[in-house]
């Protein structure tokens, strides 16, 4: 995998939120 895995996980999280 890449950045994009990263990306996707602080955008989740900032969802979540």
Known sequence: MG???ASS???L???HL
């Open 3 to 5: 950045p994009q895995s």
């Open 13 to 15: 999280n900032l969802g």
């Open 9 to 11: 996980g602080l955008v």
